[in-house]
């Protein structure tokens, strides 16, 4: 049996970003970026937080990188949302159940993690810290092995994928050889009907620009109530819309399963970039809430959560 070096230090640092983005922290960009523009937001009910994201502080928490060093020096590496908090976190709390262990103990790690952190944490920040430290073990461990880490979970099953693009120009996309693009919504409720025709109208121009065979989505970014986005959804329909996505606050697990009934047939509701854990993603199958989970690896609570999800 091959014996592999152990732990011997877990450190966690914090990059900020400005022009070009902030590593991890995708919305920490330059002034002028689409992803800082007037895009519907939960806080779009206060004027003062409606034109800019980072008005209301969606960039303040910068890229958490996680470094997990052996005795023999090979270090894993991973990076995820959280900043000085999640640092914190890392070094302070998490870093005990790592120092001096086997990196392949992956499994007990994730769970005296979690389960020690679980009456202050649960979701959120707590775990994108988990989900920083747990990426940057599996990174260590293809290292230890000499493999990348999708061999790890059984290699490859395509030699080719497909890609849609997220942002404020599917047309673009279209020309850059993506299979669809996923646009912003720009106006929630507190703008009214007038901001609703707005929506469609947008939706509407992308679809004459891209043709018919080329997705395209919303990305509502948990800004809506469940009788906006059915009027959304049901409005955009004839525009050919796959799906609508994060259409409302993540916790409404009951808000979900009603706009997933009120949808038109064949239009397809997707949420969970916001869940996280086995157990948040249960109640979105169980319940019914959507057609497609989304999560994300590096806040759902890593590869090794990710396995359970799936």
Avoid at 136 to 143: E, F, I, S
Wanted: proline share 4%.
């Amino acid at each position: 049996m091959r014996k592999f070096p152990k732990i011997k230090q877990v450190r966690a640092s914090v990059i900020k970003g400005g022009e070009g983005g902030g590593g991890a922290d995708y919305h920490d960009q330059g002034e002028g970026h689409w992803i800082d523009n007037h895009i519907a937001t939960s806080m779009g009910r206060y004027p003062e937080y409606r034109q800019s994201r980072k008005s209301f502080g969606i960039n303040v928490l910068g890229t958490l990188v996680v470094e997990i060093e052996c005795d023999d020096g090979t270090t894993g590496f991973a990076v995820t949302t959280g900043g000085e908090p999640a640092a914190y976190m890392v070094e302070k709390h998490f870093a005990r159940f790592l120092e001096g262990r086997d990196p392949f103990e992956y499994e007990t790690i994730w769970d005296q993690m979690y389960f020690a952190s679980q009456y202050y944490g649960r979701k959120g920040l707590v775990v994108n810290a988990i989900s920083g430290v747990d990426l940057a073990l599996w990174d260590l461990m293809g290292r230890l092995r000499g493999e990348p880490v999708y061999h790890m979970l059984g290699g490859a099953v395509r030699n080719e994928l497909q890609f849609y693009a997220t942002g404020a120009r599917p047309d673009l996309a279209k020309e850059m050889g993506f299979i669809g693009g996923k646009m912003p919504l720009l106006h929630g409720p507190i703008e009214g009907d007038e901001g609703l025709v707005k929506n469609v109208e947008l939706l509407a121009d992308m679809r004459s620009k891209c043709g018919d065979d080329f997705w395209l989505m919303y990305d509502c970014w948990m800004a809506l109530d469940v009788n906006y986005a059915t009027r959304l959804a049901n409005a955009c329909h004839k525009y050919g819309l796959k799906w609508i996505e994060e259409a409302i606050s993540p916790d409404d697990y009951w808000g979900y399963q009603q706009l997933k009934k009120n949808v038109p047939p064949g239009m397809l509701v997707t949420t969970g970039e916001h869940e996280a854990t086995r157990w948040g993603f249960r109640m979105l199958m169980e319940m019914d809430c959507c057609d497609l989970i989304q999560p994300d690896v590096g806040w759902c609570g890593g590869v090794t959560e990710l396995l359970k999800i799936s």
